[in-house]
């Protein structure tokens, strides 16, 4: 199991570097058979790769039955990359760092989402894949995106969450459906990314990170007298951030907050991770008065 520890950061380190990037947009996607590429399937690689891996572990070969195989939808990272890539289109200009995020098998084995993703962007992406870290998993490749974008290595970063649901019936956290996530970051508008932060923590349920921010996307419940957070439904690794692009997309592109400040955090159910990212907006700018720039005249002092 990976260990993530949070750096600690100093005013003094931080003063004088650039605030960190901007997450121009979240795109959330869902997909269904008819986004597999058209012709027959041969699903025998699969199959011989999920036996070799039981045989090995000692375990019952799960492939007698392969009704989930051979029933389901199907829906590969590699279909999905292709997807994503459609329809983004001229989003994807000037990406130069690439980071996918899975936390469950592919039933398309033999092809991996970042490279596959990596070499059908224009240029030279930098491209890194990220696995089997639960809900963590977006968190670390926003921090990754975060650290990259902030120190000036690279410019824009798409970091794409991806979910299947043709697995074996009894792989652990098992998705329901079949999305994506992608989120875009760079300098352009929408709001400030803080860094990400993924603790580990014990597994009681008043391990959650404490929340300071006035709003909270996600499972965990927020201290204070802050409203109780979005509600999203479980998913092993997309977790809160479609219920984000929802928000995003339904509140004029900024929360209703006082500050601006929206804090997403989400713990992982079976894996020791806490994970919180603030996300702030700018404050709207004020249209000026008719009287403004002028200095109002003096008044006399009311005689009595």
């Known amino acids: 199991m990976p260990v993530i520890r949070r750096a600690r950061s100093s005013p003094a380190r931080d003063r004088g570097r650039p605030s960190g990037p901007r997450l121009e947009r979240v795109v959330p996607f869902r997909f269904s058979a008819a986004d597999r590429p058209p012709g027959h399937r041969d699903q025998r690689p699969y199959v011989d790769h999920v036996r070799a891996l039981h045989r090995a572990a000692g375990a019952p070969d799960p492939t007698e039955d392969l009704g989930w195989l051979t029933g389901g939808p199907g829906v590969s990272y590699h279909d999905m990359v292709r997807v994503v890539v459609e329809r983004l289109g001229d989003d994807l200009a000037g990406i130069d760092l690439v980071v996918t995020v899975d936390v469950g098998p592919d039933c398309r084995h033999q092809s991996f989402p970042a490279c596959l993703l990596g070499a059908a962007l224009p240029g030279d992406p930098l491209v890194l894949g990220i696995s089997e870290q639960g809900v963590a998993g977006p968190f670390t490749a926003l921090r990754i995106a975060h650290d990259q974008l902030r120190a000036g290595l ?21 998705p329901r459906e079949d999305v994506a996530v992608a989120l875009l970051l760079g300098d352009g508008t929408g709001p400030r990314l803080g860094r990400p932060e993924v603790d580990v923590v014990g597994r009681a349920v008043d391990a959650v990170p404490r929340q300071k921010a006035p709003h909270a996307v996600g499972p965990p419940r927020v201290s204070g007298p802050a409203p109780a957070p979005v509600a999203a439904p479980r998913r092993p690794g997309a977790g809160v951030w479609p219920a984000l692009a929802h928000l995003m997309e339904h509140s004029g592109g900024r929360p209703r907050t006082a500050d601006g400040r929206l804090v997403i955090a989400e713990r992982d159910p079976v894996l020791p991770y806490a994970c919180r990212v603030t996300l702030t907006w700018p404050a709207p700018a004020r249209e000026p008065g008719p009287s403004a720039g002028l200095s109002a005249p003096s008044l006399p002092e009311p005689v009595a």
């Not at 043709?166 to 098992?174: K, Q």
Request: glycine share 4%; hydrophobic share 35%; net charge positive.
């Open 154 to 174: 690279r410019r824009r970063a798409l970091v794409l969450v991806l979910e299947q649901s043709t697995l074996p019936p009894d792989s652990p956290g098992r």
